[in-house]
């Protein structure tokens, strides 16, 4: 079966310190995987995602994912992180039962992401 | 551009009671999502519609069923409501095109309470 797992609960940060969010998966054959991010009573805005290509994708407001096939990991990271960057954030990766269709997310449990001024 | 919407945004409902959410995709998308959210957890996939037909299905009992209209809008059903269906329900859509799909956008979601 297909899953993400996110091992943190919470990472905390400093403004203008870089942050990473980690992520990793379990997919038989090629992973398609997606980074989401939930503010408060919000639903989730798309951030990136990871298809095929390059290893590192960028993303919005300045955020880009490494997929790491050797370490089945597909992990969250921005250089300089924000205040406004807190929220929680969720992996996912998509589930290739139907082949090429569009097929249904699994998510992880989420991420807590505090950035402290 | 409208993005997905969803009505209504807050719903409190009685243990027994049925409920219907409602969600209107993003322009130009032809597929509608359901997720279940519950508090503290990542979201879990209900059902998805395509071409007004549910084309899979997560692991949710009967209760929990969908329709998709012709102009793509999709309801979600919930009868005989339990304390354990308070959640968010989220709606996402997306375009399909094979293997290179797009990605889903979610719309805000409806907070569900079951008292």
């Known amino acids: 079966a297909q899953s993400v797992a996110q091992p943190e609960d919470q990472v905390n940060v400093a403004e203008g310190n870089p942050l990473t969010v980690k992520c990793t998966y379990s997919v038989s054959g090629n992973p398609y995987l997606f980074w989401y991010v939930q503010y408060p009573n919000r639903g989730l805005q798309f951030l990136l995602k990871?298809?095929?290509?390059?290893?590192l994708v960028k993303g919005s407001y300045g955020f880009e994912a490494e997929f790491n096939k050797s370490q089945t990991s597909f992990h969250l990271k921005k250089p300089s992180a924000l205040v406004s960057d807190s929220a929680l954030y969720f992996c996912a990766v998509r589930d290739p039962l139907y082949g090429g269709a569009t097929n249904k997310l699994i998510f992880g449990t989420g991420t807590l992401l505090a950035v402290q001024p | 551009d409208a993005g997905v919407t969803q009505s209504p945004t807050h719903l409190i409902k009685t243990r027994g009671q049925q409920v219907t959410l409602r969600c209107s995709p993003k322009?130009?998308?032809?597929?509608v999502s359901w997720y279940q959210q519950a508090l503290g957890q990542g979201p879990q996939f209900i059902f998805q519609?395509?071409?007004?037909?549910?084309?899979q299905r997560g692991n949710f009992p009967d209760r929990f069923s969908g329709h998709q209209f012709p102009n793509y809008s999709s309801e979600l059903n919930v009868n005989a409501l339990l304390l354990g269906d308070s959640a968010l329900y989220l709606c996402?859509?997306?375009?399909?095109?094979?293997?290179?799909?797009?990605?889903?956008?979610f719309g805000q979601g409806t907070r569900l309470t079951v008292v």
């Open positions: 996402a859509s997306s375009l399909a095109r094979g293997i290179r799909d797009t990605e889903a956008f």
């Open positions: 990871y298809i095929t290509g390059d290893n």
């Open positions: 519609y395509y071409e007004e037909e549910e084309r």
């Open positions: 322009s130009g998308h032809d597929t």
